[in-house]
């Protein structure tokens, strides 16, 4: 189960990063404006402006690539800690179950042993009187 896990969360950095290498990122700065990169160049409305946006900027916009993409491998991770710990519970869940229906057989049985021994109490009690008349 935990190396199901670990091929889990390698597939997915490995899908975040060729996203990040060769593929086309969108970003949304807080001023709402939105860029796309494709690999070093920024395009914004279609429009390549690599050229136009100053050093700040360029590293301003990758920071905040960055840092969503940092987030969504940090929710991926904790997405697959969620899902096994809901596995476990998932188990522990079917375990209970199972152990109760155990117990409910084992009372059920007591039970069924204990009028067992109340009718044959009864019986011998009849056969007793039966006896002490003859």
Excluded: W
């Amino acid at each position: 189960m935990k190396r199901h896990s670990i091929l889990k969360l390698a597939s997915v950095f490995t899908f975040v990063f060729c996203l990040s290498c060769g593929s086309t990122e969108k970003v949304i700065t807080p001023e709402g404006k939105v860029y796309e990169l494709k690999g070093s160049k920024f395009y914004s409305n279609g429009e390549e402006v690599t050229a136009t946006l100053s050093g700040e900027e360029k590293s301003k916009i990758n920071q905040i690539l960055e840092d969503r993409l940092k987030l969504e491998k940090e929710a991926a991770k904790r997405k697959a800690e969620l899902e096994e710990a809901q596995k476990k519970a998932e188990a522990a869940r079917k375990k209970a179950e199972k152990k109760q229906k155990a117990l409910e057989k084992e009372i059920k049985a007591k039970e069924k042993a204990r009028e067992d021994f109340f009718k044959a109490q009864e019986k011998l009690k009849k056969k007793t009187e039966k006896y002490q008349k003859r």
